[in-house]
C-alpha cells in the first residue's frame, strides 16, 4: 500500500483485509464473540502473510492495512489532515560517511584551520548531505528551560549562524539539590542534555549548523569524538549539517580573543546557573557533509473518536506496537538458527495491537461519549529504539501540553497464574505487571480500586520509564500506565506465534484497560504528572532497567516467581550466563558476594560490576547451591 490510508470506499474493505489470511484450523470458535474477533485479530497479525511485520517487509503494510481498516469500521476518524490514518515518518536503517567532508574555522585575520576528519572532528549521525556557513556564536549547554529559568538563547540571535555547544548539562553529575535539572530522578539525563533536544533547539532558532564539544565530564583525560557511526541509525532529526568537535579547538579560538577560556565559561555557568553565551566575532565556519543513507518509509497508525463537553479540547491516547523484528535478521533472541525465519510476535506486540483495536470498538459503539478526545495509535519502529511513539512526540497531531494521560499496551498475550499469596497453597490468579503508577497523581488509586474488581493479581510499578512506547510520552510529561503480562522464553524468537496465546487473558487484559481509560478520559481533573524517583523500568527486555548501568549477563527473569531470588526463564544464545552455566530454572541468590533477594537487588549488584572481570554468581538449582565464574563482557 502507499503512504496513505483513504476510506473504505476508495481501498480494500474491511472484509477483503481480513480475507487477505485464511483463519487457521488452530483456531478454536469461542462461546463469546468478543474472544472470537479478538482471535481473528491475533491470528492475522501474527500470520506468515504478516511477515513477522518487520519494518523492511511488506507484511507490516498488510498489519498497517488491517490495522487502519480496523479503525475505520470501529467508528476511528482518519487524524491526518489529508484524510489519511498514516502518519508517515522515515527511519535511517544505516548510513555512512561519503565523499566529499570537509571543515573550515577562519579567524579575524584570514588564517585558516582545518581540523582533521575523525580525530580533531567529525559529522555525528544526525547530519544528512548538507553545507553550512556562518558566523561562530557560543551557546553554553544549547539549552532552554523556561521551568528551570535557564536559557542559553536568551537574547542571542543566531539565525544563519553556527552555534557552538557544551555536551550534556550544567552541573552534570551533581547529587541532591545541586543538579541542573531535578525533575528528573536523581542519576537519570535530564531531555536537556539529549542531542536531539540541542539540534531541535538550534534549528528552532534557524542556525545554519551545530557544533558540540565535549563538556569537561565527558571529555575526561582524552576528550573522544562522537564518529558518525554513533548516531546514524534511527529518524534523523537535524536539516543541517551537525559536527563534533574537540575542546581544545574551541578553547584555542576563545585564547584567540578577548574571552574566557572554556574551563572559565564552564566553571561560571555551573557555578551560578547563569547562561554564558555570546559571538565568537571574526570567527566563521564552513562545512560539508556528506552521508550515503539507506532510508525506509514508514508510518504509524492513527484513529480518532472526538470528545465532547468541557473536556473536549483534551486528549488521552493509547497506544501499542505493531511492528516486530521480521524475519529474525536483527533483533532475534534465537541465534543463528531462528535468522531468516518468521518471528510471528503474536505476544510482542499482535497482542497489544489486537487489545487496541478491541479498545477502539467499544469506545467507537459508545453514543453521545462525553469526556476527552481518544486518540488511539498503532506504533512503527518501536523494536529500533520506540522510533514511532518519538516521532509522534516530536511532531503530535494533538499538542502534548493538552494531552492529558498515555495508556501502551505491550506483550498482553501471555498471562499466566501465579499463587495469590507466598505460600502458593490456597489460589491463584493470572498476572498482571501495571507500570507508571507513579506518573499521575490518582494512578495509585486507579489502578488499586480496578484491581479490586478484576481477577487479577496486580503487580503495580511506580516507574513510567522503560523499553515501550509509554516511555516516549512519559519524558515529555505525560503521566502513563502500561500493562503487561511478562516475559516468556519465545521472547523475539518464531515460537511466539498466536497458538500460544492466552486470548481469555488477553481480553481480560483489555477489560481492565478499559476501566483505567474510561477514568482517564472522564475524570474532572486531569492528572497530575509526577516524576518518579529511582525504580526500574518496563520488563520487556532481557535484565531492563529504567537506566542500564554495567556489564549484562545475558539471563532473560522470570517476573511470575514470587520466591526469593531471581528466578530465569532462560539465558541468551551464546551469552556471558549461558557461557558461565547458568540454565533456565536457576535461581540467582547472589551477585559478587552481594545477596540478591529480588530484580531490584540484582540489578543493583550488577551495576557495580565492571566488563572483563570475572565474578562469582551463585545459584539455587533443584534445591542445591551452585557457585558458577562469569566472565564479564
Known sequence: MSGSFRPLAATLTFGAILALSSPSAAQKPFDDPILDRMQKDIFFLASPDCEGRGIETKGINKAADYVAAA????????????????QPFTIVMSAKLGKPNAFTLTGPDGAKKEPRLGSEYSPMG?????????????????????????????????????????????????KGDKRFDTTVPEGEDSTHAAFDTKIELAAKHKA?????????????????????????????????PVLFMKRELLDDILKAGPWKSLKELEDGINDKLKPQSFELKGWKADAEVTVARDELKVKNVVGVLEGSGPLKDETV?????????????????GGKAAAGKIHYGADDNASGTTGLIELARRFGAQKNRVGRRIVFVAFSGEERGLLGSQYYCKEPLFPLNTTAAMLNLDMIGRAKSVPVDWTGLFEKKERLLVYGTGTGDNFTKLVDETTRKADFKVLPMAAGTGPSDHDSFYRKGVPVLFLYTGLHPDYHKP????????????KKVVDFAQVLATDMITRDSRPRYLVVPGGFGDPTAPEATARPTGPRLGVLPDYNYDGGGLRLEGVSPGGVAEKAGLKEGDVIVEIAGKPTPNITAYMTAMSGQKAGTTIDVVVERKGKKLTLKAELK
Not at 469500521?73 to 498514516?86: E, R, V
Open 317 to 333: 491516547v493509547l497506544g501499542a506496537h505493531y511492528d516486530h523484528v521480521g524475519y529474525g535478521l536483527w533483533g532475534s533472541t
Open 126 to 174: 544526525f547530519s544528512p548531505t548538507s553545507k553550512m556557513a556562518g558566523d561562530l556564536v557560543f551557546a553554553g549547554y544549547g539549552i532552554t528551560a523556561p521551568k528551570l529559568k535557564y536559557d542559553d538563547y536568551a537574547g542571542l540571535n543566531v539565525e544563519g549562524k553556527v552555534v557552538v555547544v557544551l555536551r550534556r548539562s550544567p552541573r552534570y553529575g551533581a
Open 71 to 86: 479503525f475505520e469500521k470501529a467508528g476511528l476518524k482518519p487524524a491526518m489532515k489529508d484524510g489519511s490514518y498514516f
Open 208 to 240: 545554519a549548523g551545530l557544533i558540540i564539544v565535549n563538556d569537561a565530564t565527558a571529555a575526561g583525560r582524552n576528550d573522544p569524538i562522537a564518529q558518525y557511526a554513533m548516531h546514524a541509525s534511527g529518524t534523523t532529526p537535524a536539516t543541517f
Open 495 to 506: 515460537a511466539d506465534v498466536p497458538e500460544k496465546i492466552n486470548v481469555t487473558g488477553m
